[in-house]
């Protein structure tokens, strides 16, 4: 019972924040800022020695901070973007990572106690009616349907459990390692594995960009004001 509540807490935790959204801007930037050599609009910052491009985001009209992406699912740029998850419906970035570690390391004891439970269940069963696996499969199929499920829910869940935790102690977001981000040059956000880990998992939340509670605008709106009139 106390698995579950934490399962179904860290999984509303997870949905619920805002991961990170960088809120657009209604206004475009300057040209000087524009790279005459593509025609797209760059930015440099420098990071503990290391220099690093700021993108700049067409739809949301900003520059990127390092580390953010514009999601295509969400249609948001997202700070410390690390992944959109399909399971959660939600993207996973700087201010909802931590919760979605805890999601996935509770819902992995929880399907190894489910899994070593209907074990148990299966082998008492055999030993009272005297039956086989085949029998067991006739009489109680639901039990070892658990138990397959379970038993695959594991191998995923470990295993996205595992490649988290060794992005955390690197402090490296799934998308830097799709990406091959730091292949080249050295991981500017790499302080070693403690600090590293005390950063992801405990330093301070910052507050959200975005006032939900806002009046929306409908888009059409927001360009017909920039439209001349006449």
Known sequence: ?????????????????????????????????????NGSRRKKVTINGVQLKLKYCRICRIFRPPRSCHCAICDNCVEKFDHHCPWVGQCIALRNYRFYLAFLITALVFFIYIFAFSCWRIHQRMLE????????????????????????????????????SSLTAINQTAYENFRTRYDGSPNPYDKGIISNITEVLFSPLPPSRVDFRAEAMPRWNVEDEKLPLG
Not at 2 to 30: E, K
Not at 131 to 158: D, K, V
């Open 1 to 37: 019972m106390i698995l579950s509540l934490q399962v179904i807490v860290n999984l509303i935790l997870v949905t619920a924040i805002d991961p990170g959204i960088i809120p657009r801007s209604t206004q475009q930037s300057s040209v000087e800022d524009t790279d005459s050599s």
């Open 129 to 164: 009616s005297g039956t086989g696996l085949f029998g067991m499969l006739r009489n109680c199929p639901e039990t070892l349907a658990l138990t397959l499920f379970s038993f695959a829910a594991i191998w995923f869940l470990g295993g996205l459990a595992i490649f988290h």
